[in-house]
Each structure stands twice: as structure tokens, then as C-alpha cells.
């Protein structure tokens, strides 16, 4: 059974910075994406950005590109977000989610993320 666990939120003010951490379980993730999703007050849940377990390719929203960066640690088996320049848009809890292995569908297309963690919040005051 596949576990995600994030860790990492807290507060922030503008301009500061923060890393989340997904921490993943249960099988090898071969081919998976890993993404990172958001959900702010009053929003729909976003894509935010997300990373092919192998290979490491990498596919970003518009709104965080050269903001956010986000890495795998295979040996630790751990999805990283690190977080720059942080506005208040950016409040929100942050999922970390994965689909199944040697998926072909766009990495931000949210519904073929199939196992989703518990969230993390984070906070930007402005």
C-alpha cells in the first residue's frame, strides 16, 4: 500500500522560504510522477509541480517557475519542494501524490495522481 507523508509546512513571512518533504512508501515507483498540489482558502486544489521518480524530469505551474524547485532523494525515497521568494498566494495546504508506475498522461493532470498524502499547511503573511 503506497504511503505518502509531507512534512515541512509552517509560517512564513513574504519573501521567505521553505521546504516541504514527501516522504514515500510501499512499492517502487519505477516510471511514477510525484507531484506537489495545493489548495488555498476559498480555491480548487492546483497543480504546483511534480517530477518523474526515474529520470527526474521535471514540470513546473507557470505560477511558481523559478520560484519552487522540486528534487527526489531515490535513496531515501523522498519528494522535495523547496519554496523561494514566498508570497501570501501561496498560502495553502500542499499535497504531495503519486500516480502508478509508466503513466502517460501530462504530469499535472491531477486526476491520474492516485494516492495522495495527508497535506501540509503553509502560510505566507504578508
Known amino acids: 500500500q503506497v504511503q505518502l507523508v509531507e512534512s515541512g509546512g509552517g509560517l512564513v513571512q513574504t519573501g521567505g522560504s521553505l521546504k516541504l518533504s514527501c516522504a514515500a512508501s510501499?512499492?517502487?515507483?519505477?516510471?511514477?510522477?510525484i507531484g506537489w498540489f495545493r489548495q488555498g482558502p476559498g480555491k480548487e486544489r492546483e497543480f504546483v509541480a511534480a517530477?518523474?521518480?526515474?529520470?527526474?524530469?521535471?514540470y513546473y505551474a507557470d505560477s511558481v517557475k523559478g520560484r519552487f524547485t522540486i528534487s527526489r532523494d531515490n535513496a531515501e525515497n523522498t519528494v522535495y519542494l523547496q519554496m523561494n521568494s514566498l508570497e501570501p498566494e501561496d498560502t495553502a495546504v500542499y499535497y504531495c501524490?503519486?500516480?502508478?508506475?509508466?503513466?502517460?498522461?501530462?504530469?499535472?493532470?491531477?486526476?491520474?495522481?492516485?494516492?495522495w498524502g495527508q497535506g501540509t499547511q503553509v502560510t505566507v503573511s504578508s
Open positions: 501524490a503519486a500516480t502508478n508506475p509508466y503513466t502517460t498522461q501530462p504530469m499535472d493532470f491531477m486526476a491520474g495522481y492516485l494516492y
Open positions: 510501499g512499492r517502487a515507483f519505477g516510471n511514477s510522477y
Open positions: 517530477i518523474r521518480w526515474s529520470g527526474g524530469s521535471t
